[in-house]
Structure formats: structure tokens, C-alpha cells
């Protein structure tokens, strides 16, 4: 079971060529503030679905219907889309 992130803010983070995402947010993760990071160049491994620079797997009133609040962020593929 993924652990809980609650009320974190997540700011001015650089990540590039990971594995899968850049930012990653678990359905458990809500009440947070992702705010000025650039999660660019993610190199998505041969044989793993497809990843993003940035994915919130939860769900509330938050940004593109997450339970957290992105930003001023910066970069190109989201999961959901809309996170920026």
C-alpha cells in the first residue's frame, strides 16, 4: 500500500531522465502544492508503460481533477494532462 503525502509543498525541483516521471504523486497523496519545478526529459524505459514528466494518480477538486494544487510548473507530458 502506498504511503500518504499530505500537505507538502513540492518547489523549484530540476528532474531529468528518470526512469519514469519526474514528479510522482501516489493516489494517496492530497492537500499538496507542486509549485516552480521543471520534470523534463524523462527517458521511458523499453518494456515499462508509458510514463510522463509529471503524474498525479489522485483524484479530487484539485488541478486536472487530482486532490493537489501544480503551479508554475514547466515541462511537456502530464498524467492527467493539465498539470502545470
Same mark, same amino acid.
Given at each position: 500500500m502506498p504511503?500518504?503525502?499530505t500537505g507538502n509543498v513540492i518547489r523549484g525541483n530540476e528532474?531529468?531522465?528518470?526512469?519514469?516521471?519526474?514528479?510522482f504523486l501516489e493516489s *494517496?497523496? +492530497?492537500g499538496n502544492t507542486v509549485t516552480k519545478?521543471?520534470?523534463? @526529459?524523462?527517458q521511458h524505459e523499453v518494456g515499462w508503460?508509458?510514463?510522463a514528466d509529471a503524474v498525479d494518480l489522485s483524484t479530487? *477538486?484539485? +488541478?486536472a481533477g487530482t486532490?493537489?494544487?501544480?503551479?508554475?510548473? @514547466?515541462f511537456g507530458t502530464s498524467i492527467p494532462a493539465g498539470l502545470h
Open positions: 504511503g500518504t503525502a528532474a531529468t531522465l528518470n526512469g519514469r516521471a519526474g514528479i *494517496t497523496a +492530497t519545478n521543471r520534470p523534463a @526529459e524523462q508503460p508509458p510514463g479530487g *477538486t484539485g +488541478t486532490a493537489n494544487s501544480w503551479t508554475k510548473n @514547466e
